[in-house]
């Protein structure tokens, strides 16, 4: 399983940003799929978790602004990001739960977000 992270780049604050996370190969091993966020030198942080089925659930400093989609057709997920504020600045993970527990899940390579003030 391969994911491809897209869609980062510069905003002011207040502005709105779409991250795309495509899967390739073996996608019946995707049991779950999140986004991750890691500002440097902090610890990587849950902000979106999508399931099969459409249920999403977000951390609380998301909630209301951000929001998790997917699209099955393009085994695409999506992170649609509104009043991004600085805070928010941070490199996007999109994240892949392995269906075999005892497998490694799956990563990709992050795509930078940048909110100016």
Same mark, same amino acid.
């Given at each position: 399983?391969?994911?491809?992270?897209?869609? =980062? @780049?510069?905003?002011?604050?207040?502005? $709105?940003?779409?991250?795309?996370?495509? +899967? !390739?190969? #073996?996608?019946?091993?995707?049991?779950?799929?999140?986004?991750?966020?890691?500002?440097?030198?902090?610890?990587?942080?849950?902000?979106?978790?999508?399931?099969? =089925? @459409?249920?999403?659930?977000?951390?609380? $400093?998301?909630?209301?602004?951000?929001? +998790? !989609?997917? #699209?099955?057709?393009?085994?695409?997920?999506?992170?649609?990001?509104?009043?991004?504020?600085?805070?928010?600045?941070?490199?996007?993970?999109?994240?892949?739960?392995?269906?075999?527990?005892?497998?490694?899940?799956?990563?990709?390579?992050?795509?930078?977000?940048?909110?100016?003030?």
């Amino acid at each position: 399983v391969q994911l491809q992270a897209s869609g =980062g @780049g510069l905003v002011q604050a207040g502005g $709105s940003l779409r991250l795309s996370c495509v +899967a !390739s190969g #073996d996608i019946s091993m995707i049991y779950s799929m999140a986004w991750y966020r890691q500002i440097i030198g902090k610890d990587r942080e849950l902000v979106a978790s999508i399931r099969k =089925g @459409g249920w999403s659930s977000y951390a609380d $400093s998301v909630k209301g602004r951000f929001t +998790a !989609s997917s #699209d099955n057709a393009k085994n695409t997920i999506y992170l649609e990001m509104n009043n991004l504020k600085p805070e928010d600045t941070a490199t996007y993970y999109c994240f892949g739960q392995n269906s075999n527990p005892t497998a490694e899940d799956y990563w990709g390579q992050g795509t930078l977000v940048t909110v100016s003030s």
